[in-house]
T-cell receptor, first 113, second 109 residues
């Protein structure tokens, strides 16, 4: 069974640009969530999508947005990039809602210059 | 906010030593997971505990869920360099996950 796939793995952007990250969940998983990980703040929840609807949202500015498609694939977008947006962005998919188990991708490493 | 506090934050030990990592909260969770993350990779699920008082063993790793389902511990016996990584606990309630800040473990050969 293929795991969670995130693209791109690495990318470099400059301040003010925007970026789109993609996530393909494990087949059959309908929930996709996104996290930002930095050395100082740890793992911070961005948002979660279930059946194309945003179900939960973390405390991030509106520059961070996402969506989920009918095939459960998800994208997140960050507009007007700031230096502080440099981080590892992790996507996770989930199927078993009761026990809540997340399966993470390898992440997209974003560097903002 | 349902916070999870992990301790210690950092742990550096010699190969063969035992260690315990703690994950504490004032909130009750329907389940709790432990993940291990290696540098540059995503976290990998190690175990899920659901029942208060539950103990699960995974080779040299022993996980325990507190009776009140508010806390958990991870005990590693005879640590090996391959155990090096960031250990994260995560509580789950009502479709939301709450992650601890993590314990960075370094096992020296």
């Amino acid at each position: 069974k293929a795991g969670v796939t995130q693209t791109p793995r690495y990318l470099i952007k400059t301040r003010g640009q925007q970026v789109t990250l993609s996530c393909s969940p494990i087949s059959g998983h309908r929930s996709v969530s996104w996290y930002q990980q930095t050395p100082g703040q740890g793992l911070q929840f961005l948002f979660e999508y279930f059946s194309e609807t945003q179900r939960n949202k973390g405390n991030f500015p509106g520059r961070f947005s996402g969506r989920q498609f009918s095939n459960s694939r998800s994208e997140m977008n960050v507009s007007t990039l700031e230096l502080g947006d440099s981080a590892l962005y992790l996507c996770a998919s989930s199927f078993v809602e009761y026990t809540g188990e997340l399966f993470f991708g390898e992440g997209s490493r974003l560097t903002v210059l | 906010t349902q916070l999870l506090e992990q301790s210690p934050q950092f742990l550096s030990i010699q190969e063969g030593e035992n260690l315990t990592v703690y994950c504490n909260s004032s909130s009750v969770f329907s389940s709790l997971q432990w993940y291990r993350q290696e540098p540059g990779e995503g976290p990998v699920l190690l175990v899920t505990v659901v029942t208060g008082g539950e103990v699960k063993k995974l080779k040299r790793l022993t996980f325990q869920f507190g009776d009140a389902r508010k806390d958990s511990s991870l005990h590693i016996t005879a640590a090996q360099p391959g155990d090096t990584g960031l250990y994260l606990c995560a509580g789950y309630n009502f479709n939301k996950f709450y992650f601890g800040s993590g314990t960075k473990l370094n096992v020296k050969p």
